[in-house]
C-alpha cells in the first residue's frame, strides 16, 4: 500500500516530543549498540529513524479518518448525485471532526546477523479535532474519487501507551499541510 | 223504482261525508307526494360531497435508521397524505421494484450509499417521492488480526518467556500453541510458558471473535539453548496462569551426563587435562583471531549487530490496521542533527 507523504508540520511537533520527552525504547536500543564494537549507530539515528515512521503512521492516520468522517457528513451526502461523469463539490465548512483514537506503533528489533537477540515495542494513541475549510471533493456514481484539503488544522494529542496506563506526551493545535493532498493554490 | 239521497245526519255513509272523506284522502296522497322528492336533493349533495373530497396521493416516507454498518436491515414507513392504495418501493436506486409492501423491510448487505424511491396511487392519481443518498451503508467491523510478541525469544534452559498478544479488532478468544506441535497449550490472552528443553520452537496464536479468526505463526521464534553443565531437564512446558497444560515437548533428546572416565593413574591425568586446555586455548585464541580481522572486512555482517524498526497502525475496527515492514536503521551523517 501507499502511505501518504508526511506532514512537515507532524514531523516537527514529533520531532520535539522526542526531544523533550524521549522514548525508553530508544534509549535501550542505543544501550545494546553502545556494546557493540562493530556497530557504527548512533541513539540520534534511532531517533531520526523514529521521527521518520511516527511522523508518516500520524499523517497517514489523519487523513484517513478525516475522510471518513467526511464522508458521514450531511454536507456529503447532500452532494451525492446520479452522475456518470466526475464532478468536483466544494465543502466549504464542516463542523469540526472529532477523529476517533487510533494507535501508530514502532516494533525494534536488534539482530546479530539473522538472530534475534532482543525486541520491544511502543505504542501510542493519537487523538484529534480536525477543522476542514474548503474542501474539495470529486465525485463519481456516487463514490469518492478524489480528496483534496483547501485548509486543515488540527488539534492534536499523542499519549504514550503503557502497561496500565497511558501517558500524555504531547499535544499541539496548528495549521497542517500534507503533501499531495492539499488543493491547488494551497500548499 | 224509488231513491232518494241520503242526507248529512243520516247514520248512513251519506255522500256528503263521502266526498269530505275522499277529499282528506287526496290532501294526504298530494302532501306525501310533495314531500318524498325533497329528500332526494339531500341524498344528491351528500353524493356530490363525497365526490369531490377525493384527492390525489402525495408520497411520503421515513425509515427506521438511515446509517450502519452491512449488513443493515431498514424498515420503512409509508407516510403519504391522501390514502393511497398501492405502493411501489426502489429501495436501492436500481430502478426496480423490490416490494409493494405499504412498510417494507429490506437489508442493505453492500457498503454504499442507496437512494430511495417511492412510488403511490389511487383513483385520484399517483405521485412519487425520491430522496438520493437517503441510506448509508458502511463497512461491518473486520475479522480479528492475530499478531504477538514476547520478552524473550532465546536464552538457556529453562527459559520462562512471557507472551503479549499483539492482536488487533477486538478478538474475544486465543489458543496458544508455545512449541509448534498443533496442540492448544493456552487459551489465556497474555500467557506464560517455560521451555525446560533445549531446541528451536514455532510459535502460533490464533484469535477469534464475531466477525471471524485469525492465526499467526512465528517459525522457529524461541530458541533454548543447553544449560552450561550437563543436565537433563525432564519436565514438560508449563504455562504460568495456573494450571498446567500437561504438554511435553519431545523435540530434542535429553542431555545426559558423560560419566567421568576412570584412570588410576593420576599423573596421566594431569597431562592429558593440561595438554586439552593449552588445546582450548589455542584454538579459542586463533579463533578470535579470525573473528576480528574478518569482522573489520566489507563482505562478512553476518555478526554484525543490526537494528530494524518495523510498525505500524491499529484504527481499532474504524479501518482495517495496516502494517509497514521492517527495515535495518541505518547510520546517518555526523552533520545531521538527530535526537
Known amino acids: 500500500m501507499e502511505w501518504m507523504e508526511t506532514s512537515p508540520e507532524i514531523a516537527e511537533e514529533v520531532d520535539v516530543m522526542l526531544r523533550k520527552h524521549g522514548i525508553s525504547a530508544i534509549r535501550q536500543a542505543g544501550q545494546f549498540l553502545r556494546k557493540s564494537p562493530s556497530s557504527t549507530l548512533k541513539e540520534g539515528d534511532i531517533g531520526r529513524e523514529v521521527t521518520r515512521r511516527l511522523s508518516k503512521y500520524i499523517t497517514h492516520g489523519l487523513v484517513q479518518l478525516s475522510i471518513e468522517r467526511v464522508k458521514e457528513t450531511g454536507e456529503y451526502r447532500q452532494s451525492l448525485r446520479d452522475s456518470s461523469e466526475p464532478y468536483t463539490v466544494v465543502l466549504h465548512k464542516l463542523l469540526p471532526l472529532n477523529l476517533p483514537e487510533y494507535a501508530p506503533r514502532i516494533s525494534f528489533v536488534l539482530k546479530a546477523g539473522a538472530t534475534e537477540i532482543w525486541r520491544t515495542e511502543s505504542t501510542f494513541a493519537v487523538r484529534s479535532l480536525v477543522s476542514l475549510t474548503d474542501t474539495r471533493i470529486t465525485l463519481q456514481e456516487h463514490k469518492l474519487k478524489e480528496f483534496r484539503f483547501g485548509s486543515l488544522n488540527a488539534a492534536m494529542s499523542i499519549y504514550l501507551k503503557k502497561e496500565q496506563v497511558e501517558e500524555a506526551i504531547h499535544s499541539f493545535n496548528r495549521d497542517l499541510t500534507v503533501p499531495g493532498m492539499m488543493a491547488a493554490g494551497k500548499k | ?299 562478512d555482517e553476518s555478526r554484525e549487530l543490526h537494528l530494524e524498526l518495523s510498525g505500524g497502525i491499529d484504527f481499532g475496527g474504524e479501518l482495517p490496521p495496516l502494517v509497514d515492514p521492517a527495515e535495518p536503521v541505518q547510520p546517518g551523517s555526523d552533520k545531521e542533527e538527530g535526537t
Open chain 2, 1 to 299: 223504482m224509488r231513491g232518494h239521497l241520503r242526507g248529512c245526519g243520516d247514520s248512513r255513509v251519506s255522500p256528503c261525508r263521502f266526498f269530505i272523506i275522499l277529499l282528506i284522502i287526496s290532501i294526504i296522497i298530494v302532501v306525501h307526494g310533495l314531500s318524498a322528492p325533497l329528500q332526494s336533493p339531500v341524498s344528491a349533495l351528500h353524493t356530490l360531497n363525497l365526490t369531490t373530497a377525493v384527492r390525489s396521493p402525495v408520497a411520503g416516507f421515513s425509515a427506521d435508521i438511515t446509517t450502519g454498518v452491512s449488513p443493515l436491515t431498514v424498515h420503512f414507513s409509508d407516510t403519504s397524505l391522501n390514502n393511497p392504495t398501492s405502493w411501489l418501493w426502489d429501495l436501492n436506486g436500481d430502478g426496480r421494484i423490490d416490494s409493494q409492501s405499504e412498510t417494507p423491510q429490506y437489508i442493505y448487505h453492500e457498503p454504499g450509499t442507496y437512494t430511495v424511491t417511492l412510488t403511490v396511487a389511487s383513483s385520484a392519481g399517483k405521485d412519487e417521492e425520491t430522496r438520493k443518498g437517503y441510506i448509508l451503508v458502511t463497512k461491518g467491523a473486520p475479522g480479528p488480526i492475530a499478531d504477538f510478541s514476547s520478552d524473550a525469544i532465546s536464552g538457556t534452559a529453562p527459559l520462562t518467556v512471557r507472551f503479549t498478544d499483539r492482536s488487533v479488532n477486538d478478538p474475544l478468544s486465543w489458543e496458544w500453541d508455545f512449541n509448534g506441535d498443533g496442540r492448544i497449550d493456552s487459551k489465556v490472552q497474555n500467557p506464560s510458558a517455560t521451555y525446560s528443553e533445549p531446541g528451536i520452537y514455532s510459535v502460533r496464536l490464533t484469535v477469534k471473535n464475531d466477525a471471524g479468526s485469525d492465526e499467526k505463526t512465528r517459525l522457529g521464534y524461541i530458541s533454548v539453548t543447553a544449560m552450561p553443565e550437563a543436565a537433563a531437564p525432564v519436565s514438560p512446558v508449563t504455562t504460568a496462569e495456573g494450571t498446567s497444560t500437561g504438554t511435553t515437548l519431545p523435540l530434542s533428546p535429553s542431555i545426559t551426563a558423560v560419566p567421568p572416565v576412570k584412570n588410576p593413574d593420576g599423573r596421566s591425568d594431569f597431562s592429558l587435562f593440561l595438554l586439552l586446555f593449552i588445546t582450548a586455548v589455542l584454538i579459542a585464541g586463533a579463533y578470535l583471531l579470525i573473528r576480528s580481522r574478518s569482522s573489520c572486512s566489507s563482505g
